[in-house]
């Protein structure tokens, strides 16, 4: 396992904090990868989705990655 006295990574426990804020790109996201798994085609896929969130994620977690390499 992990040593205690290692550091956090800090964006690793921002995005945690962050992913809340993001519910409903994520489920947006969830959805699309739901009705993409009933597609034969292989034609969808939920790229745009994924995206969203984590674009949602960044800027949440940017400005505060910002705050603690101050």
Same mark, same amino acid.
């Given at each position: 396992?992990?040593?205690?006295?290692?550091?956090?990574?800090?964006?690793?426990?921002?995005? %945690?904090?962050?992913?809340?804020? *993001?519910?409903?790109?994520?489920? /947006? &996201?969830e959805? #699309? =990868?739901?009705?993409?798994?009933?597609? %034969?085609?292989?034609?969808?896929? *939920?790229?745009?989705?994924?995206? /969203? &969130?984590?674009? #949602? =994620?960044?800027?949440?977690?940017?400005?505060?990655?910002f705050?603690?390499?101050?």
């Amino acid at each position: 396992g992990r040593a205690d006295n290692e550091p956090v990574d800090p964006k690793n426990y921002l995005e %945690e904090r962050c992913k809340p804020q *993001c519910v409903k790109s994520l489920y /947006d &996201y969830e959805r #699309c =990868v739901k009705r993409v798994e009933n597609d %034969e085609t292989g034609q969808k896929h *939920c790229t745009g989705q994924f995206f /969203d &969130y984590w674009s #949602c =994620v960044d800027k949440c977690v940017a400005p505060k990655l910002f705050e603690k390499l101050k």
